[in-house]
Nanobody, 117 residues
């Protein structure tokens, strides 16, 4: 079964940075739109950013200029650089692979990000 495994979450002070990683060893990036989502307590899971193998990216307005998505096809990894973190960024962050053709979306198990002083 294809797996996505996130890492890199943790506790950080407001204004700090983290880099989230998503290991996707069995994913062929050209066959998927890769993305990051998050879910805060009591809220629905929300899309943050997507990236395609062409390099095309999408960001929701709330994170533009603060978060950066990237992929490393050689290492089969996707990253989300989180800068200028705010308390409202506190959530569980999920890695997602959405197939361009037929098939089911894939999700990682999530990694907790807590922004607090």
């Amino acid at each position: 079964q294809v797996q996505l495994v996130e890492s890199g979450g943790g506790l950080v002070q407001p204004g700090g940075s983290l880099r989230l990683s998503c290991a996707a060893p069995e994913i062929i990036f050209s066959e998927y739109v890769m993305g990051w989502y998050r879910q805060a307590p009591g809220k629905q899971r929300e899309l943050l950013s997507t990236i395609q193998s062409s390099g095309r990216t999408y960001y929701v307005d709330s994170i533009k200029g603060r978060f950066t998505i990237s992929i490393d096809n050689t290492k089969k990894m996707m990253y989300l650089q989180l800068d200028s973190l705010k308390p409202e960024d506190t959530a569980v962050y999920y890695c997602n692979a959405n197939p361009l053709g037929y098939g089911n979306q894939l999700w990682g198990q999530g990694t907790q990000v807590t922004v607090s002083s």
